[in-house]
């Protein structure tokens, strides 16, 4: 499985900015599908994830009414739409699938992408 997330860039705080990732495989209902972040210096830490097929989202506090996660079915395309940035948001931004539980924890993903650099300037 390859996952390929893009959108990333340079905004300024306040700013929006949404992030795709593209899968090279089926997402089936029962994957998850989550957005982690790692800024520079920092672990990677949860973001986002949504069940496929239901659609039942889980959010780090920390984004929580800024983010939005998403997908289509259709095009087999994860979303988040990020708004009211911040400086804290740089990071680069990474999607995975985990065919596990909805958690907001790296360790049950299974496959990752490459990432994409989102840089937030004040």
């Known amino acids: 499985v390859q996952l390929q997330a893009s959108g990333g860039g340079l905004v300024q705080a306040g700013g929006s900015l949404t992030l795709s990732c593209t899968a090279s495989?089926?997402?089936?209902?029962?994957?998850?599908m989550g957005w982690f972040r790692q800024a520079p210096g920092e672990e990677r830490e949860f973001v986002a994830a949504?069940?496929?097929?239901?659609?039942?989202?889980l959010y780090a506090d920390s984004v929580k009414g800024r983010f939005t996660i998403s997908r289509s079915t259709a095009t087999n395309t994860l979303y988040l739409q990020m708004s009211q940035l911040k400086p804290e948001d740089t990071a680069v931004y990474y999607c995975?699938?985990?065919?596990?539980?909805?958690?907001?924890?790296?360790?049950?993903?299974?496959?990752w992408g490459q990432g994409t650099l989102v840089t937030v300037s004040s």
């Open positions: 995975a699938r985990s065919i596990r539980q909805l958690a907001g924890t790296a360790n049950e993903y299974s496959y």
């Open positions: 495989t089926r997402t089936f209902s029962s994957h998850v």
């Open positions: 949504i069940r496929w097929g239901v659609g039942r989202t």
